[in-house]
């Protein structure tokens, strides 16, 4: 049954694919500096998420063991 299902999928797929027709589309300069302008500021806050977690990222990787040392006769 996969392999059926499978072969139907994939001949829709290069039907699909066969069928296209170039698209008469424009792309103005606006809108590619719109694009690249989302961009950057994605990864700008990215960078501003990572350096405000960078304390919780490093813990994760960090071993704690200054609570529960054995043989510490601080006391």
Do not use: E
């Not at 690249?36 to 490093?58: N, T």
């Not at 960090?62 to 043989?71: L, M």
């Amino acid at each position: 049954m996969k392999t059926i299902m499978g072969s139907v999928t994939g001949a829709v797929f290069v039907v699909l694919f066969l069928a296209v027709t170039p698209a008469q589309a424009y792309v103005d300069p606006g809108s590619g500096s719109l694009i690249l302008q989302l961009l950057l500021a994605g990864a700008a806050g990215l960078i501003v998420i990572i350096r405000m977690m960078w304390g919780r990222i490093l813990g994760i990787f960090r071993s704690n063991n200054t609570s529960g040392q054995k043989g510490d006769k601080s006391s």
